[in-house]
């Protein structure tokens, strides 16, 4: 299976842009970018997820390099609500199950 | 409204008893997930089932068993033969085993003393 590196931890100040990375060398052709985010003491929510042209919707934004080999998910406006831990993960279309690394977690400062 | 209701949300037991843990969804998915999380690690695969009556094992099925009866309930058991049970569990649904998106229950935290 392909797998991804994130780095372990990133703080942003409230209201500003966050960028999350994602490495991601050996991904294939076939598989899917997907980020989802855990909250503290819940279960993780999906948040986003594509496979070739940089993807938005109303939680965030997600670039996707033109090699696929990295892509970061964007938050355009960081709010308290936002600190969580954030896997990037890579998965084929269907039947493969995701598989969740250590993640990013993200601190949001006032 | 529709989601994923696990129960309870802390759970004791002391070492040496089985526990079950109960999932309920009632979003019509066909496939469900369990899965483990450990303080400041991941998530981790233990059982899955794409369809009713049946299942598969993740990558630390050893210690937990499962059963797929119907298609809103899949309960798992954690064994005494599970060396290490305390920890964090997550049960999710997907419309499909190709699902793109899971959803995730609260979670329910064993603690084994």
């Known amino acids: 299976d392909a797998k991804t590196t994130q780095p372990n931890s990133m703080e942003s100040n409230e209201e500003e842009p966050v960028h999350l990375p994602c490495n991601h060398s050996?991904?294939?052709?076939?598989?899917?970018i997907h980020w989802y985010r855990q909250l503290p003491s819940q279960g993780p929510e999906y948040v986003i997820h594509g496979l070739t042209s940089n993807v938005n919707n109303r939680m965030a934004s997600l670039a996707i390099a033109e090699d696929r080999k990295s892509s970061t998910l964007i938050l355009h406006r960081a709010t308290l609500r936002d600190a969580a831990v954030y896997y990037c993960i890579l998965r084929e279309d269907y039947g493969q199950n995701f598989v969740f690394g250590p993640g990013t977690r993200l601190s949001v400062l006032p | 409204d529709g989601g994923i209701t696990q129960s309870p949300k802390y759970l004791f037991r002391k070492e040496g008893q089985n526990v079950t843990l109960s999932c309920e969804q009632n979003?019509?998915?066909?496939?469900m997930y369990w899965y483990r999380q450990d303080p400041g690690q991941g998530l981790r695969l233990i059982y899955y089932s794409q369809i009713v009556n049946d299942f598969q094992k993740g990558d630390i099925a050893e210690g937990y068993s499962v059963s797929r009866e119907k298609k809103e309930s899949f309960p798992l058991t954690v064994t005494s033969a599970q060396k290490n049970p305390t920890a964090f569990y997550l049960c999710a649904s997907s419309i499909s085993s190709g699902g793109w998106e899971q959803f995730f229950g609260p979670g329910t935290r064993l603690t084994v003393l």
């Open positions: 979003l019509n998915h066909d496939a």
């Open positions: 050996t991904i294939s052709g076939t598989d899917y």
